[in-house]
């Protein structure tokens, strides 16, 4: 799974992008600081089911702190995308093909309204207005691609096969395909579009394969009401509200020994002894925490696996009585698998051949047998018996 950070350019892309991956990258008060995409890892997290079992878990391919399993996810930061992008201003098609591998996007706008749509500093400038743009960008661009090519698929029986081979390497299934052609009420055989259709299809499509969440960024600086006056604009959209620079400070002081903190707590801990100026933003950072409860940036990356992408987690074993590998490690793995998973979609992810010789499961939770079409539940803890 693959989340994209996006946004125009001077929103704060950069900081999050450091905060959630603990990865030091360019940071600027200017636009297009990044140029190519960064890369990282960051955590989604939930309570691990090692608290429900009353048992003490050996993480492998996750974390655990304090009873909180954290799972990596992959995190792109993209170039910032200005208004004609899709027709090459800014990093142009740079941004748009570094962003259609990502599963779902996080989009960073400025709560203060005082950068505009080019990254630069203004009076005033509507975020909502950002993510409008955004969007339309998008749409626009995967409609110049179709349009290039819809000569080669008119009147084809296979539209929607056509669309896909057109679409390969976008990460976009025939399932989407075929629902964006739904709700633009286009048939998919003998394809006759105009090219409205084709940009109302794009449009449709880019809703389905790419949900956004809105990351309302420098919360601390933003005036009164800032927040829920976007929200009411965005009403369709998941918004948070968030300050990556405080995360991204409390990272580097958790990193540097000085304060114990967990990214998505309500508080943190100062180990050493500080300084004046470390003491005056330590404390300025807990008031803002004491009335916020948190920076906002985990829960930008808790909504987008969990809300947009519609995921829970279930823990796979080999032993339903101990819960533990062949090696004895407790509840070692942490899979994310879309809501709906049934088991054999679990035997899969853990390796193809398990899935092909898959006989049964057992919930380790009860002790029963259940079967390959199982429809699992979050916090399922499963044991896959297979021929293979």
């Known amino acids: 799974m693959i989340i994209g950070l996006v946004g125009a350019p001077n929103k704060g892309k950069s900081t999050i992008f450091s905060a959630v991956t603990k990865t030091d990258v360019d940071i600027a008060d200017y636009p297009f600081t990044t140029i190519k995409p960064n890369f990282g ?12 079992l009353n048992v003490k878990c050996n993480p492998r391919n996750s974390m655990c702190i304090n009873g909180i399993r954290r799972m990596p996810i992959n995190i792109v930061d993209v170039a910032g995308l200005v208004p004609d992008a899709s027709s090459g201003k800014g990093m142009g098609n740079q941004f748009l093909n570094d962003l259609m591998q990502a599963d779902a996007l996080i989009q960073v706008v400025d709560l203060t309204s005082k950068t505009d749509m080019q990254g630069n500093h203004c009076e005033h400038s509507d975020p909502a ?12 661009w995967l409609g110049s691609i179709l349009e290039k090519h819809m000569a080669n698929i008119y009147r084809r029986p296979d539209g929607d ?7 390969a390497g976008f990460n976009i299934s025939l399932e989407q395909i075929r629902k964006a052609a739904d709700m633009s009420y286009l048939r998919t055989s003998e394809i006759k579009w105009k090219k409205e259709d084709i940009y109302a299809f ?8 790419k949900p956004i969440i809105v990351a309302a960024n ?22 948070i509200g968030c300050s990556g620079a405080i995360e991204l400070t409390l990272v580097k002081a958790a990193k540097s020994g000085i304060i114990d903190y967990v990214p998505g707590s309500s508080s943190f801990e100062i180990k050493k ?30 909504a987008a696996t969990f809300d947009l992408l519609k995921n829970m987690v279930v823990y796979p074993v080999e032993d339903e009585n101990k819960y533990t590998d062949h090696n004895g ?12 998973s049934n088991a054999q979609d679990l035997a899969a992810k853990i390796h193809t051949e398990l899935a092909k010789g898959m006989l049964y499961a057992i919930d380790a939770k009860r002790k029963t047998r259940i079967g390959k079409d199982y429809v699992l539940k979050d916090n399922d803890v499963i044991k896959i018996v297979s021929a293979r």
């Open 161 to 167: 096969a056509a669309l896909k081979e057109i679409l």
């Open 41 to 52: 890892v960051a955590y989604a997290n939930k309570p691990c089911v090692d608290q429900e």
């Open 273 to 302: 002894e500080v300084s004046g100026g470390q003491k005056k933003a330590l404390d300025y950072i807990s008031g803002y925490l004491n009335v916020h409860k948190t920076t906002g940036i985990q829960e930008l990356i808790n």
């Open 129 to 140: 207005d950002e993510v409008l743009m955004v969007k339309k960008e998008i749409a626009n």
């Open 218 to 239: 420098k919360q601390d600086a933003a005036k009164d009401g800032a927040l829920e006056a976007l929200k009411s604009r965005l009403k369709d959209n998941i918004v």
């Open 329 to 340: 490690n407790v509840l070692p793995d942490a899979i994310l698998l879309q809501i709906g």
């Open 202 to 209: 794009a449009d449709s499509l880019i809703k389905i394969n």
